[in-house]
């Protein structure tokens, strides 16, 4: 399965977003730039997570974005479904009967086992994106960080949060 680029976007912008300060916002642009990414590409995603109810838009020329949850309550399948869609990675298309001299319909009656199959391997891999918080996210970072990616943050966000009445 590939997820498209735009989801591991969402996901850091959403990270990074948990780290902003009460009533702080971060522009597109700032989020954009900390990653290295386009910034109408990302714009894009952003959107999708503020529809979500992900995330909040300060709008105004001090405005930006800020998460519309706590960090423990954004699960990484609530930032994929955002970006992604909900529809199933693997969607049939009953191909098994298509082409020459079918097969009787009596063999149709059921789903098709790979269909089966494909959507059982899609619910645990959402189960499991449904089981890590961005917090999550936070807590593992920290575990392995001896300093150097919390400073490189900080830092980043001390020169471009924008502070915002909450």
Not at 17 to 29: E, Y
Not at 34 to 61: C, E, M, N, R
Not at 106 to 126: D, G, H, Q, W
Request: glycine content about 10%; overall charge positive.
């Amino acid at each position: 399965m590939k997820l498209g680029e735009g989801v591991e976007q969402a996901i850091h912008s959403v990270a990074m977003l948990s780290g902003l300060s009460r009533g702080g916002v971060l522009s597109a642009a700032a989020i954009a730039e900390f990653h290295g990414v386009s910034t109408s590409y990302l714009l894009k995603h952003l959107q999708a997570l503020s529809g979500a109810g992900i995330l909040d838009t300060v709008p105004g020329p001090k405005g930006g974005y800020r998460l519309a949850k706590l960090p423990e309550t954004i699960t990484l399948l609530d930032i994929v479904l955002a970006v992604e869609g909900p529809a199933p990675a693997f969607r049939c298309n009953e191909i098994r009967q298509r082409g020459p001299n079918p097969a009787p319909a009596r063999f149709f009656t059921k789903p098709c086992n790979i269909s089966a199959a494909m959507l059982k391997a899609e619910r645990v891999y959402r189960a499991e994106l449904a089981k890590t918080t961005i917090a999550d996210i936070g807590t593992q970072l920290a575990e392995i960080d001896d300093g150097p990616i919390a400073a490189r943050s900080c830092a980043f966000l001390e020169i471009h949060e924008r502070k915002t009445a909450r």
